[in-house]
C-alpha cells in the first residue's frame, strides 16, 4: 500500500514539460550607468510542468539563455522527479560544465532552479516563503535608479518620489562622468532631504585612486554604501578602499558572483562590508540560500540585486538578509507582466500569503508584443 501511495506520489512529481521563452521590453527612456548604456530589457521567462501545476522562474540575460534552456537543460529535467531540487540543479550544473558555471549558462540554470521551487511550493500548496521557513515577514528595500544620463530634475523627481512614498533608503548610479559626481550626488541629497539613506553605485567605473576621492567626498554628503567602486573583478582594489574609505562608508558588491566560490573568493579577500547576491544569475533561489547563509558565517549583512518580486520570498527565509533592491527598471516590467506583484508598503515588500510559490503569475496575453 505504501509502496503504491509513494508510486503515486512520484508520478504527480514527474516533469512533463519545460519550456523556456524570451521576452524583450522597451527602456521607458533609454538608461544608462557608469559603465553601460541600454534601450530595453529581456525577460527569459522558463515554465516547468509536473502533474496540475507548472512552476515560472526568470532571469534577465540575453534571449540565448532561452534557447539553451530549451536546447541544452530541458531534456535533462524532463521525467524527473519535481521535488528533488538539489539534485536536479546539481545535474543541470554539471552537464554547463564545458559552457562555464557562470555568466549566460548559470543565467539559464539560475531561472530553472526558480522555477522548480515556485513549482515545489505550488504542488505543496504553500507560499515559498512558509516552504523554506520564514525569518523575517517583510523585505525592506531600497528606491534603485538615478541612471547617470538622467537631467538632474529627473534624478531628483525620482530619487524624492521613493522618499516621499515612505522607502527610506535609494540608490543612484554615477561614474559615466565623475567630474560631475560629486554635484549629481549633492542634487540628490537635496531632493531626498537629510533623514533619508542614500546609496551610490558606480558599476566599477573609477580607478581605486578615483574611488577613495569620491568616497571621501560622497561620505561628506551623508552617503554610507559605495556600490562596486572598481570592478567586482578587482578583489584586491575593493579591499583596498574599503579600508581606507571613511568609517561610515560601506562597500558593497556581489552582483557578477555566479556560484558559491565566487561569493567565498569576495568573503576572504575582505572585499565587502554588504555583500550582494543576484538569484537571476547565482544558481536560483538555491543559490541565492546558499550565498545568504556564506554570508550569515562572515558575519556581514546579506542584500539582493534587482528582480525584487522573485527575490521576496528568498530573502525572507534569510536571518543575514538586509535590504533588497527596488530596481527601477525591473520593478517595472515585473508590474507590467506578472499578476501578484506587491508594491512596496513603508518601504517593505510583503508576501502575499494567500498566493503559492511566488505568488506570480505571467500574464502571457500582455506580454505576447515583446515575445522575440
Ligand atoms: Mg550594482
Redesign the pocket.
Given at each position: 500500500m505504501k509502496d503504491q501511495q509513494e508510486a503515486v506520489i512520484r508520478d504527480t512529481a514527474r516533469i512533463r514539460q519545460v519550456k523556456a521563452r524570451a521576452y524583450r521590453v522597451p527602456a521607458e527612456t533609454p538608461e544608462a550607468?557608469g559603465t553601460l548604456e541600454w534601450e530595453s530589457t529581456t525577460l527569459v521567462l522558463v515554465e516547468i510542468q509536473a502533474g496540475s501545476c507548472t512552476g515560472i522562474g526568470y532571469t534577465y540575460s540575453s534571449s540565448a539563455a532561452a534557447g539553451f534552456i530549451n536546447s541544452e537543460l530541458a531534456d535533462l529535467l524532463l521525467t524527473q522527479d519535481a521535488l528533488q531540487i538539489p539534485h536536479l540543479t546539481q545535474t543541470l550544473i554539471r552537464n554547463i560544465r564545458n559552457n562555464g558555471n557562470c555568466g549566460l549558462a548559470m543565467m539559464a540554470v539560475s531561472a530553472v532552479d526558480t522555477a522548480l521551487w515556485d513549482l515545489k511550493a505550488r504542488m505543496l500548496e504553500l507560499p515559498l516563503c512558509r516552504l523554506l521557513g520564514q525569518a523575517k515577514d517583510a523585505m525592506p528595500v531600497y528606491g534603485s535608479g538615478g541612471f547617470t544620463d538622467y537631467t538632474r530634475g529627473r534624478l531628483q523627481e525620482q530619487l524624492g518620489g521613493w522618499a516621499a512614498q515612505g522607502i527610506s533608503s535609494v540608490k543612484m548610479k554615477t561614474g559615466a562622468d565623475p567630474e560631475l559626481d560629486v554635484a549629481r550626488v549633492r542634487a540628490a541629497r537635496e531632493a531626498v532631504g537629510p533623514a533619508t539613506v542614500l546609496f551610490v553605485?558606480a558599476?566599477g567605473a573609477y580607478t581605486v585612486k578615483q574611488a577613495l576621492d569620491k568616497a571621501a567626498r560622497f561620505a561628506a554628503l551623508g552617503v554610507t554604501w559605495l556600490?562596486?567602486p572598481v570592478s567586482s573583478d578587482n578583489l584586491e582594489g575593493l579591499r583596498f578602499i574599503r579600508e581606507r574609505a571613511p568609517a561610515g562608508m560601506n562597500i558593497?558588491?556581489g552582483?557578477y558572483a555566479w556560484n558559491l566560490a565566487c561569493f567565498r573568493s569576495m568573503l576572504q579577500a575582505g572585499a565587502v562590508d554588504v555583500l550582494?547576491a543576484d538569484a537571476t544569475r547565482c544558481g536560483g533561489i538555491s543559490g541565492f540560500l546558499k550565498a545568504g547563509h556564506l554570508c550569515e558565517a562572515a558575519g556581514l549583512p546579506f542584500s539582493s540585486?534587482c528582480a525584487p518580486a522573485l527575490h521576496l520570498h528568498a530573502a525572507l527565509a534569510l536571518p543575514s538578509f538586509f535590504t533588497g533592491?527596488y530596481f527601477y527598471d525591473h520593478a517595472r516590467i515585473e508590474r507590467m507582466l506578472f499578476d501578484g506583484v506587491s508594491p512596496p508598503r513603508q518601504g517593505c515588500l510583503l508576501p502575499d500569503l494567500d498566493r503559492p510559490g511566488l505568488g506570480l503569475t505571467f500574464k502571457h496575453r500582455d506580454a505576447e508584443k515583446f515575445l522575440i
Open positions: 550607468d553605485d558599476n556600490e562596486e558593497a558588491a552582483e550582494q540585486h533592491e
